[in-house]
């Protein structure tokens, strides 16, 4: 995608969560989340870093969110 750098993430279907957690410490511009549901369909998100309130740390991310 460019120039950009991705952080991917995933969501599987044993996951007991629709929730993933982001290190901002790590280079990234963008973080996509992929999900993967109980019959195996895959669904994805593309975040912008920019869009995200936390700046530093750690911040846990709901599928539902965005």
């Known amino acids: 995608m460019g120039n950009d750098l991705i952080e991917i993430k995933t969501i599987s279907p044993i996951k007991s969560t629709n929730v993933i957690e982001l290190n901002f410490s790590r280079n990234f511009s963008k973080v996509l989340i992929v999900k993967i549901d109980e019959n ?27």
Request: charged content about 45%; glycine content about 4%; aromatic content about 12%.
């Open 40 to 66: 195996f369909k895959i669904h994805s998100k593309l975040i912008e870093r920019k869009s995200l309130r936390k700046k530093q740390g750690k911040k846990r991310i709901r599928w539902s969110a965005f």
